[in-house]
């Protein structure tokens, strides 16, 4: 840290980045954080894991429309409430980067703590539209932190969009969110992923059916084993085995 930036920081300490209050959890958090965030005590003790024995479901589509894949396995140690409620759309629409980052490094420490690990990390792509939109895919910058902690291969052009679609959470039935994604994904012919054990990382796990269309690309192009992470998210069925 520069002189100049140290000296700043005690005049005026910068302010938590999720509720823009003073930053007093500073340097007593738990977890890794990204040199550029901040975080109160409120906020701090809003970031509540899911207990141990809940963070491993099933990927089920909602509503369930016959999964190719069934058996499709969901890491998520966080519910979509409390800290990530307030986070999870400043982080969508506020250009704040680095709550991405925090939100990897989350999920890098909890998958290194549960043991769950693959070969290779790859994040659910971003349209190009939504990417000149906010300047970043936060699912790529939360699969790059995560990869780092639990050293697995991470690379962000493994998936890629064949074609731009609408945001899942703006339309209305299970359906149309489904044919929504069906065919949005390839795995890019540069890669050959045969035989390996993939994780595919998305912020929020919410129908289901961005993570299922992205491993379904994955298994055909030959991957042994496919399954996703994502940081938060609302599901019900949890899945009795870890991976
Ligand atoms: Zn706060």
């Known amino acids: 840290m520069s002189l100049l930036k140290h000296t700043w920081d005690k005049i005026l300490p910068n302010n938590c980045t999720i509720c823009g209050k003073t930053p007093d959890a500073d340097g007593r958090i738990p977890y890794p954080v990204p040199e550029d965030f901040h975080i109160c005590f409120k906020c701090l003790s809003s970031l509540v894991p899911q207990p141990s024995d ?25 519910p979509y409430k409390g800290f990530f409620e307030t986070a999870v759309p400043k982080m969508k629409f506020r250009s704040c980067p680095q709550i991405a980052e925090f939100a990897g490094m989350l999920l890098g420490t ?27 895919n936060q699912a790529q910058l939360i699969a790059y932190e995560a990869s780092g902690i639990c050293n697995i291969p991470f690379s962000n ?29 390839k795995v890019s012919s540069a890669y050959d992923v045969t035989g390996l054990k993939v994780i595919v990382v998305d912020d929020v796990a919410t129908t289901g059916f961005t993570l299922h269309e992205a491993a379904s690309e994955l298994y055909k192009a030959g991957a042994a084993e496919v399954f996703c992470c994502a940081v938060c998210g609302n599901r019900a069925v949890l899945n009795a085995e870890s991976f």
């Open 54 to 78: 809940r963070r491993f479901f099933l990927c089920l589509s909602e509503p369930y429309k016959g999964d190719p894949y069934p058996s499709l396995g969901l890491y998520m140690p966080f």
């Open 110 to 136: 909890f998958m290194h703590k549960d043991g769950v690990n693959a070969s290779l990390i790859v994040p659910v792509p971003l349209s190009e539209k939504r990417l000149k939109e906010r300047g970043y």
């Open 157 to 185: 052009d493994v998936l890629v969009r064949t074609r731009d679609t609408q945001r899942q959470t703006e339309l209305e039935t299970g359906m149309v969110r489904s044919a929504n994604v069906e065919g949005a994904f």
